[in-house]
């Protein structure tokens, strides 16, 4: 059976099956719904988000604070750094000079040392030469005296021998 409806029949129809009453009771029990979620979910999870927010803000700037002082430690660091580098530099440069002092000062003393040495043989070489000279002048003196003892047949005197040994002196000097 198929029932047909004309326009009245339907809206009769259904404003029997809708009550007003039903309506108005199902709007408020929709609002009182609404009202009830939103004070106890929206306005809980809305807070807690909000404290979620602000924590992360916190951190966020904490972070910031964080990289901010690491970077300026870092930059002091670097300047301790350098300034350690040219102290370094500084003690390094001195050393050297220090060193090269003291090397200066031994090469003097070596020098000095030797030079008082070479003085020394010097002054040695110089006495042998005398000593040497005047035992040649014995040497010669007595064998000047023996040749002309025998070629002369008679004694000299010293004052023959020595006038002798000079004229001799002298002419070996000149040879």
């Known amino acids: 059976m198929i029932f047909e409806f004309t326009g009245d029949q339907f809206l009769i129809a259904i ?13 408020i029990a929709l609002i009182i719904l609404t009202v009830g979620l939103y004070l106890l979910l929206f306005r ?3 807070r807690m988000i909000k404290e979620r927010q602000d924590k992360i803000r916190k951190i966020e700037k904490e972070n910031a604070d964080l990289n901010e002082e690491v970077k300026k430690m870092k930059e ?3 300047i301790v750094l350098s300034d350690a580098r040219k102290e370094a530099a500084v003690i390094h ?3 050297v000079k220090v060193a090269n002092q003291k090397a200066d000062e031994i090469v003097k003393g070596a020098r000095k040392q030797a030079k008082n040495m070479i003085d020394r043989t010097e002054q040695e070489l110089e006495e ?3 000593k040497l000279g005047s035992d040649i002048e014995k040497q010669i003196a007595e064998v ?3 040749v002309a003892q025998q070629v002369l047949s008679r004694d000299i005197t010293a004052t023959d021998n020595k006038k002798l040994i000079e004229d001799c002196l002298i002419e070996w000097s000149e040879d």
């Open 76 to 78: 002091s660091s670097e």
């Open 144 to 146: 000047s005296m023996a």
């Open 93 to 95: 440069e001195n050393a």
């Open 128 to 130: 042998e030469r005398r």
């Open 15 to 27: 404003s029997e099956l809708i009550q007003w009453e039903s309506i108005v009771m199902h709007l």
């Open 44 to 46: 809980p999870v809305k």
